[in-house]
């Protein structure tokens, strides 16, 4: 028992320390894409479209149908075996097999499984669009959320210098060492320093909100993230030479428009197959029992004999000519055809803008990347003056502006360095994603 009490209580500390395990950012995303009911019903219009297309290739399959009826005459009716009317009440019995199966129709369903099969493509690259902007809304959360941690640590770092220099400062005033005025001045920067730092953990609560509601994260459930490796935001070679060839072949979004274009196409094939004569081959197999029908004994003949005698087969073919229908199959293209250059009309413009989102994007993340890098420039400049200028204030030499001002220039190049180290990697999954069509940069199986 003892034993069996240890392993639950080892099982429970381990699922703590699952849970309280830093998230990855792809860890938040892979979970916001298994948790997300917008993708979910996205990934059902696939499977419903799925079906309709199972259907459109079945049509060329024969229909068969079989059936019964069962009929009671009370009164005058005709006699099967004298061809006289009677005054009787007779009953019959009808049974049937029947077939029939399309020969030819000018195409209009080999058309309408190549329409259908487009159809199907465009909704699973639908699909994949949703997952991307998915990962893109758990991108710019979890930036936004670790650029917040790293604002509020900044300030807490912030406040910890003021409250030590509000102490050495009430400690030399008490010795007459420091004139009051200089107590007042570090007091209101102690105050505006708690209160900045009050400011940013609102802001990381909010952000981590975000976060927690874009992943449908449980509410009960500690929420932690991991930092991004500093590789995330390296100075990578992107080859953009052919990436607008690329991204045409790759993104959803585009293989969206022209497979909508091709589906537009098959429609237009669809409308015009209506012209064509259809050509059909039929046939059935028919028997029935009826009370009137007697034997050579004048006894009421049995099922099984009357259904053999009965037993009657037909076949032929159907040809079907459409002459005049008011103009509705002449309307019917047409709209089609309209309905294809506007397809076009969308893909070519996808296109256009596909190549200056492509030019924008190389442009924002090269802009990205070099304020990233001036910042940590600046940064390093920034602690050098301020350790000077703590020093010179510890032997006297720099007055309390100096110092509070090139603790803020720090705390300001500081920030800078989180915001643009957020930004640059944002810039740079954009970039990525014009290469590989994909939000996810890294393998991902759905369950």
């Not at 459109?56 to 005709?78: C, D, H, V, W």
């Not at 465009?122 to 710019?140: G, R």
């Not at 037993?311 to 032929?316: I, L, S, T, V």
């Not at 640059?424 to 991902?444: A, V």
């Amino acid at each position: 028992m003892k034993y069996w009490v240890i392993i639950l209580i080892l099982c429970g500390t381990s699922m703590m320390m699952r849970a309280q395990e830093a998230l990855a950012y792809h860890q938040c995303a892979e979970y916001a894409l298994s948790h997300n009911l917008v993708l979910q019903n996205s990934k059902l219009d696939v499977d419903k479209q799925r079906v309709t297309m199972q259907d459109a290739m079945q049509s060329f399959l024969p229909r068969i149908s079989a059936g019964s009826s069962y009929e009671i005459n009370n009164g005058k009716t005709l006699d099967a075996t004298t061809n006289t009317y009677v005054v009787n009440n007779l009953f019959s019995n009808d049974w049937y097999l029947s077939g029939s199966v399309l020969l030819f129709d000018g195409f209009r369903q080999v058309n309408r499984v190549a329409f259908e099969r487009f159809n199907l493509r465009s909704v699973q690259e639908a699909f994949k669009q949703k997952q991307n902007e998915v990962v893109y809304s758990i991108l710019e959360a979890y930036t936004a959320h670790l650029l917040n941690l790293g604002l509020a640590e900044v300030q807490s770092e912030q406040y910890e210098l003021s409250k030590k220099e509000y102490e050495t400062v009430q400690k030399k005033t008490e010795i007459g060492r420091a004139a009051g005025s200089d107590r007042y001045e570090v007091q209101a920067r102690l105050a505006n320093d708690e209160y900045q730092l009050l400011r940013c953990r609102n802001a990381v609560q909010k952000s981590e909100f975000t976060l927690r509601k874009l992943m449908n994260f449980p509410a009960d459930s500690a929420l932690r993230i991991s930092d991004l490796p500093e590789e995330a935001v390296a100075d990578l070679p992107l080859a953009i030479d052919n990436l607008l060839n690329t991204a045409i072949e790759v993104l959803p979004q585009i293989k969206i428009l022209n497979n909508r274009y091709e589906a537009a196409r098959r429609s237009v094939r669809i409308e015009r197959a209506s012209y064509s004569p259809q050509l059909s081959l039929y046939g059935g197999l028919y028997s029935g029992y009826y009370q009137s029908v007697v034997n050579e004994n004048g006894s009421v003949a049995g099922f099984s004999e009357q259904m053999k005698g009965n037993r009657r087969f037909n076949y032929g073919l159907s040809l079907r000519i459409p002459l005049f229908d008011g103009f509705s199959r002449r309307n019917s293209v047409r709209i089609a055809k309209i309905e294809l250059q506007q397809a076009k009309n969308r893909l070519s413009d996808g296109l256009k803008s596909l190549n200056y989102e492509i030019q924008q994007a190389n442009r924002d993340y090269e802009a990205a990347l070099k304020e990233y890098q001036a910042a940590k420039k600046k940064t390093e400049s920034e602690k050098i003056a301020f350790e000077a200028v703590r020093k010179k204030r510890q032997n006297g030499l720099a007055n309390i502006m100096e110092y509070y001002e090139s603790k803020n220039n720090l705390a300001k190049a500081q920030s800078e360095v989180l915001r643009t180290r957020m930004q640059t990697y944002i810039m740079l999954t954009n970039l990525r994603f014009y290469q590989k069509g994909s939000m996810m940069t890294w393998s991902y199986s759905p369950d």
